[in-house]
Each structure stands twice: as C-alpha cells, then as structure tokens.
C-alpha cells in the first residue's frame, strides 16, 4: 500500500507560480510512474501531468505544456509539479497519483491516490 500526501497549493494571481510536491509513505517509488491530475468544481477530473518511474519519460496534457514542469527525486520518494504562468482555468483541487506506466496514468490514472492540493487561481 502507497500513502500520498500532497502539498504546495494555494492562492496565487493569474501569471505565477506554484511548486505542488507528492510525498508517498508505505513503499518506495522508483518503480512506479507517478502523475498529476485535477478537478475543477463541477467537473470531471482530468490528466495534467505524468512521468515515468526513471524520470526519463513525461507526457502532459496540451494546455499546461511549456508552463508546467513534472520531475521527480526517487531518494526522497517525492514528486513535483512546478506550475508557472497560471491561469484561472487552472484553477481546481490537484490530485497526485501513482502506479502505472505514463501511457495508463494518463488515460487512467494510478492505482494509488492522493487527497489533492487547493489551487487558486484569480485573475
């Protein structure tokens, strides 16, 4: 069993930037892919971003490419998401999750989940 706890959300005006992080207790996770998604109210939850367990492999999804960044530090079993020029649209709670191959985390999300992080966006 994998225990993620998310942190680094907030508020923050429209052009700036946040750094989320994922830390997982419970099991190492060099061996996992390991991916971000987010729900804005009202709406479904959907793939932001995902990397593979070496780190070498990243996928995102078309409007967070060239402003968030997914990296990941396996000795400290953490995972981060660096999110810059934001949006309103970006607005939603964000949720990290674990297990799968970037292909799967992206269409299907990991097995293992997160409570999410508040993000805040304001214009």
């Known amino acids: 069993q994998v225990h993620l706890v998310e942190s680094g959300g907030g508020l923050v005006q429209a052009g700036g930037s946040l750094r989320l992080s994922c830390a997982a207790s419970?099991?190492?996770?060099?061996?996992?892919?390991m991916g971000w998604f987010r729900q804005a109210p009202g709406k479904e939850r959907k793939f932001v971003a995902a990397?593979?367990?070496?780190?070498?492999?990243?996928y995102y999804e078309d409007s967070v490419k060239g402003r968030f960044t997914i990296s990941r530090d396996n000795a400290e079993n953490t995972v981060h998401l660096q999110m810059n020029s934001l949006k309103p649209e970006d607005t939603a709670v964000y949720f990290c999750?674990?297990?799968?191959?970037?292909?799967?985390?992206?269409?299907?999300?990991?097995?293992?989940w997160g409570q999410g992080t508040q993000v805040t966006v304001s214009s």
């Open positions: 999750t674990a297990r799968g191959t970037v292909q799967w985390i992206s269409t299907h999300g990991g097995d293992y």
């Open positions: 419970g099991r190492t996770l060099p061996s996992y892919g």
């Open positions: 990397i593979s367990w070496s780190g070498d492999s990243t």
